[in-house]
Nanobody
Framework: QVQLVESGGGLVQPGGSLRLSCAAS????????IGWFRQAPGKEREGISC????????YYSDSVKGRFTISRDNAKNTVHLQMNSLKPEDTANYYC?????????????????WGKGTLVTVSS
């Protein structure tokens, strides 16, 4: 079993920044790729980023490319998502999950463990 806990969400003004964290624990939790997802009210869940454990390969969806940066702190078994230039349309619940795959072109796939999410609200 792997446990994932997200943190760092909150209320921010348009143009502002937030850094989300996903702390992993449990059996072999440091061997998984990690993906970030978000779901806004009334919308489908969207895979926005992932990082591959083997080579650090990263993926970003078009909606966040150039504004969000994913990174991994191996010592703390934590993955961060630095979010800059936030827009109202970034408002959503943000989740991290373990992913069996993380492709540069298609993003995360084969998710098995999920966190409970953290809410990000971008509003003036």
């Amino acid at each position: 079993q792997v446990q994932l806990v997200e943190s760092g969400g909150g209320l921010v003004q348009p143009g502002g920044s937030l850094r989300l964290s996903c702390a992993a624990s449990g059996s072999r939790s440091d061997t998984y790729n990690i993906g970030w997802f978000r779901q806004a009210p009334g919308k489908e869940r969207e895979g926005i980023s992932c990082i591959r454990i083997t080579d650090g390969n990263k993926y970003y969806s078009d909606s966040v490319k150039g504004r969000f940066t994913i990174s991994r702190d191996n010592a703390k078994n934590t993955v961060h998502l630095q979010m800059n230039s936030l827009k109202p349309e970034d408002t959503a619940n943000y989740y991290c999950a373990t992913a069996l795959g993380c492709s540069s072109y298609q993003g995360p796939a084969g998710m098995n463990y999920w966190g409970k999410g953290t809410l990000v609200t971008v509003s003036s």
